[in-house]
């Protein structure tokens, strides 16, 4: 085996391991956060025994998140990550520090005793049906993204099984016949549907809409520059969030 032979087996033993850590940590995560949806905080670590220092910590949390995935998914970010590492490893960097970030706020995640609104008997049930419909809508959401990439590895997998990439067209079906963000959709549901409204649920609650609100409108607006007037017809014509079609 030449040098150059040898070079290229480490290569690619680095991308795989890469790969195969974004998926664990991506995965992992996410079904931790959704366990987290359903169930409530585990409670594994009480940092601050106070109240007030509860809600901070939790609201520092919620700030860590949405900073590091708004900050990594930025341009100018991915344009400095590039001058120290490979471009083709950037999708799945961002998914591993997205996986680190949420697995912090979910395994940190402060609980307070005190209950604002807790459901029982119908009302129960109900929320419990909500969040199963919506876990429904997020599968059929992501099945209706043909070649979804949550993990970053197609990058990975093209520089070592080059083939012609198209350019990116705006296809719609499914899930997203009825609403432009499904996923976001369906983790609103998720987050509104936990039977027990404690205070520290509320704030975790508020925050994170808030959050996936703002973050759909910067969205659409990357959505329209990359895509332009067919785009600008999908916002026309299919709601943003809420399946309902409001006349113009």
Known sequence: MNLSENHAGVERAIAWAILGFAVVVGGVSLLAFG????????GLVDLDPSFAGKLAIDAGLSMLFFIQHSWM???SFKQR??????????????AIASGIALLAVVLLWQDTEQIVWHAT????LTARLIFMAALAVGIWGGLSLQGFDSFGLQ???NRFRPKQSALPALVVQGAYRWVR???YLAVLLMIWSYPVLTVDRLLFNMLWTVWIVIGTVLEERDLAVAFGDE?????????MLLPIKIPS
Do not use: N
């Open 121 to 124: 008997g119908s009302a129960w």
């Open 35 to 42: 366990a987290f949806l359903y169930a409530g905080a585990p």
């Open 181 to 183: 963000h499904p996923l």
């Open 231 to 239: 785009y600008r017809d999908y916002q026309r014509s299919v709601p």
């Open 81 to 94: 990550l590039a001058r120290i590492i490979p471009q083709y490893y950037g999708d799945a960097v961002y």
């Open 155 to 157: 990058p990975i997998r």
């Open 73 to 75: 998914v930025r341009r």
